[in-house]
């Protein structure tokens, strides 16, 4: 067990816990942050993602020991303070880009990255940054939809 | 251990339709010359028949909302959203003031399972004229409450105002705070389509806000004070007893977590869910795998030869009278295809020393209850089952396991909430799969391009063993203390869906085999008619080159259904004139799902490059679903049908040993993944004045034959076996 503070959604969190325990628990027990789902807890799946500052990864893989001070951040936290909607949960309610919705934020997330580092994507990126993150709904036609469509908003 | 073993039904056409008309009710043989369902006037449309009374369907709310009960649970079909367009649409309400409760047997109807595209056509037709009926007597009750004669009166969200005096009453006022207990009766005035405002039209999902948000919305997100986790551990070979934990075992074992044996069952459970994981893990670790060659491989073989005597050849029809036929005949095959929800299986559960609580995705609450009421010993009236959404399935999976190892847990641990998920290599090889299918195919054509035979030999497992009132039909009561093995085979005649042609034939033979393979099996998005409908619109395609017909005026021609030619029509226009390059080829398929349920037709455009290596690249549906309630809805879901689909075709296959299954998880078995995903297209047809036909898994059966027709087109190379994986071009 060690004091572990971590960022999430702009506020701090101190608490007592092993390190190695995966980020995914941590946020959906402790901070009761349900957004980022069980999938699979292997990496191939995508329906845990979280953003680690910029970059969009696997938080069943993550352990909470290596984000200390790190700017993490969960589906929950993209509208902003105001309660608007982020562009690309804009554009996912616009293209109605989800069935059951279970690996909706995990590509939200991704989205959200890649959008970050690259603002006008291609098909081909967009189908690449959603690589790591599966459907079983076939909601993926809609889901690139909406991202082309969060990036043309957001230019 | 399972047995393989078989049973067979062999019959001619005739015979086939009475041997299967005691194993089935309403089989729909002889559908392909019925113009279409005839709306029953004189009878109470879907669950309403079994639920007549009022109240069971709606409640007035105080500030005059209404709130709408089903018993169908939402799985991303969008019920919910359909439930309110209606319910808005007849009691002239603003779609905001409807909610919606869902499947709870505290509080819904009985409509038994959400499956087989039935939602719109048995619960929403409910609601429609439940709605419609309370509508007519809200009127008169205000008529009377206000000494008005009815026919001044105008009901507009919630409020009944008379037109020259202007007074006005909320409808709850109207009840005094009561319910409407009456029974509904016929006729009902159905507000008529072209005074639509809701009906019909793009509304959107609710759900979708909460969804995006990432608010807690499934039965995995649901969280009580003081709830306990659990991860439980089965048998995971076929037939395996658990072996007894040693002390030893218990070393670096995390000591917050409660290890339980129970019959061959083995649960860890502690309020720390990781540690829960981490103890399960170990322990599954230790356990280890027998390593006995594959033997999905040669299943096909198998399967056929679980035969009493020479049955399964199929011999020129007797009494053919025809010559001068010309025979197409071929053998195709269908794996074990998973459901593979995303999130796995989850349930909760609680018990108070009387009262069992269970929060579930099971598509059925009702029959879900029954089957744990058996499990447990417990009577029914002491259990209550509540719908939650889940992970989308598309058919029987592990949601109901799960939730039946929380209620076995909750008993041992009563006055607490206790939640069990599936791990994901749990959820792989412990669900109940769709069944492997082999279908023997011999068709005999016409000079003039008809088709004058056909003759089926099909092999299939069970196509549904879902929740009854069978214990055994829940995987945890098989592993008690004292097992309860099921006892039948559940519903076998879902491998015969779709398996007669939608074709005029001249003479069609069918043979229905059943086999039981070692496999755990159940309902899968479509049952047996994707495997047919791959197996038909093979030979269908591969009688259109002998015709030298191009492939869909073939099918046309083959057809006298209007609605069934009409989206074979509508596809050819989408797709003439299209361009491809020598490595492209475009494939086409029909079928009329349940041959009496949604049309669609679905082309596909596929590349094939020089080592085999297929890719999907295009995917059209036309599809008429009769009336259409939320076109948008079923769009999304036809488009989906097609990407799952074209998943299963290109590359999904259950492999197994003799000892146990080795698909464990998305590497052993993968889908589709972005990168190859299909743009896909969806025209409806909406034909005036049609009941609503269910849509929502129609696009399923098409879409493999499209693929590998396509596939033929490029390379000349013929697909029977699926998956498709990579096509061997060689000679
Ligand atoms: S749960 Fe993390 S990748 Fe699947
Ligand atoms: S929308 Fe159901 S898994 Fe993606």
Known sequence: ?155 | MKAENSHIVKAGRRDFVRQLGTLVVGFPILSWNNPGEVIQDLKLPGSLSRHPSLDAWLEILEDNRIRVFTGKIELGQGISTVIRQVAAEELFADIEQVEVVVADTGRTPNEGYTAGSGSVKGSAMSVRYAAAFARKKLCELAAAKLGLSDDQLILQGGVVSHKSSGKQIGISEILNGQQLKTEIELPVDLVSQENYRYVGTDVRHKAMESIVAGKPWFVQDLFFDGMLHARVLRPTTFGQILPDLKPEDGKGFPLEVEVRRHGNLLAFVSEHEYQVVKAYNRVRSMISIPDSGTSHGDLRDRMAKFETENEGQLSPLENLDEQDLTWVEGSFYKPYVMHGAIGPACGVAHYDGTELTIWTHSQGVYPFRSAVSAMLDLDEENIRVIGVPGSGCFGHNSSDDAAADAAVLALLYPGKHIRVQWMREQEHAGEPYGSAMRMDVRAGLRGDGTVATWQAGIWTDSHSTRPNSDAGTLLTARHLPKPKPMSGRGYLRGGVRNAEPYYHVGMTEIQAHFFEGKQRVSSLRSLGAYANAFAIESVMDEMSMLAGMDPLDFRIKNLSDKRAIAVLEKLKATTDGMQLNDDEGLGFAFCRYKNNDAYCAVAARVKVDNHGQVEVEELWAVLDAGEVMNPDGLINQTEGGMIQAASWTLMEQVTFTSEMTTSRNWGTYPILRCPDVPMVHVDLIRPAGVPPLGGGEAATPPTPAAITNAVFRVTGKRIYDLPIGTVSLDG
């Not at chain 1, 969190?13 to 980022?36: I, S």
């Not at chain 1, 919705?101 to 006008?120: D, F």
Request: charged share 20%; glycine share 10%.
């Open chain 1, 1 to 155: 067990m060690a004091l572990i503070t971590i960022r999430v959604n702009g506020e701090s969190h101190q608490f007592e816990e092993d390190q190695e325990v995966p980020l995914l628990y941590v946020l959906r027990n402790r901070l009761r942050l349900t957004g980022p789902k069980f999938g699979c807890g292997l990496g191939q799946c995508g329906s845990c993602k979280v953003l680690v500052g910029d970059v969009a990864q696997f938080s069943c893989l993550v352990p909470v020991g290596s984000v200390v001070n790190q700017e993490i951040t969960t589906i929950e936290g993209l509208q902003s303070d105001t309660g608007e909607w982020h562009p690309v949960q804009q554009a996912f309610m616009e293209e109605q880009a989800a069935q059951c919705g279970y690996c909706t934020g995990g590509m939200i997330i991704s989205a959200v990255a890649l959008l970050r580092k690259n603002n006008q994507p291609e098909d081909a990126e967009i189908r690449e940054a959603l690589n790591g993150n599966l459907c079983r709904c076939g909601s993926q036609a809609r889901v690139i939809k909406a991202i082309d469509r969060a990036a043309k908003a957001d230019k």
